[in-house]
């Protein structure tokens, strides 16, 4: 019985940030249509968490030729929210391309 709810802690320890933490939003319209290789999704910042904030963070990400990102521009939402989903962004890789492109992301954070 003790190594079923040992086992049954370590699930829920391990499942419970992936439960917690929000899902980024489907690509706006508008971007080049580059495929995304590395989807890095932010951590909800405790600071938020404490503050009961929920919110929509609006970002453009030029992103270079080789698919890393070379800017992120803030569009939109609460400062908090906003610095960890620039943090997620600069992680993430899109496909290779020819050209640099403009890319509109959406992150929607909620404390539950």
Known sequence: MKRLASAATLILCWLL???TMPAPAQQEQGGSGRKIVNR???VYPPLARTMNLRGTVRLDAI???NGTVKTVELKGGHP???QA??????KWKWEPAT?????PIEFH????
């Open 40 to 42: 890095v999704v932010p």
């Open 63 to 65: 992103v270079q030729v």
């Open 17 to 19: 940030p992936l439960i």
């Open 80 to 82: 908090v929210l906003a």
């Open 85 to 90: 989903a620039e943090i997620a962004i600069r």
């Open 99 to 103: 050209h640099e492109s403009r890319e």
């Open 109 to 112: 954070f909620d404390p539950q």
